[in-house]
């Protein structure tokens, strides 16, 4: 599970015990984020590579990767790049890696006090969430991975067309909306884990005992 720009892995806390009943579930904090390292050098593609050094440091093969906002950008990368190891992909209001409107750029506002995140990330990751990779937009068709993409409706400050065509540029991307706004998981975890673990587990079928 992969967090949101500014977050850290107790973001999920309010869902990851539903979803572990049935999964063994990973939160890490991405670079520049809680207890990871801050080491000045930032970027969305340093952060797949994280991911992927994580995976292979705990021995993981193919895994389900859920990913909201940044994190969600995050976790198509990985799939885009590597999709032997994404079996099944969860996108939780995550936006069209497309460029924003840049008629009105505005300049993200450090908080006051101590910051549980690196400022330089903050800007680092913007920069390329305003004008994104054009590859990224392009290597969408690419992704293997069973793809669930969740919106959070008219009150989430992402652009739900951009979420609904995110799930139409991936092959069979499925949308359910929850219309709570951008953070579904907080506002709705009963709904969240609902529709993750419906996808997750469609098809399952555990092995039986020897």
Known sequence: MLHALGEDATDWEAVVPALARRRR?????????????????????????????????????????????????????????????????????????????????????????????????????????DVPDPRWLERLSQITAKTLVLAGGPHSHVPQGGVAELARRIPGGQVVTIPVGHLIHHAAPKAFTEAVSAFLWENFRPVPPP
Request: hydrophobic share 40%.
């Open 25 to 129: 579930v990973y939160a890490p904090d991405l670079r520049g984020h809680g207890r990871s390292d801050w080491p000045g050098d930032y970027s969305l593609e340093l952060m797949q590579a994280d991911v992927l050094r994580f995976l292979d440091a705990l021995g993981l093969g193919s895994v389900d990767l859920i990913g909201h906002s940044m994190g969600g950008i995050v976790a198509y990368l990985l799939a885009e790049d590597h999709p032997q190891r994404v079996r099944r992909l969860v996108l939780e209001d995550v936006p069209i890696p497309r460029p924003r409107d840049q008629t009105t750029p505005t300049t993200p506002t450090k908080p006051d006090g101590v910051l549980a995140f690196d400022w330089e990330m903050v800007l680092a990751v913007r920069r390329q969430i």
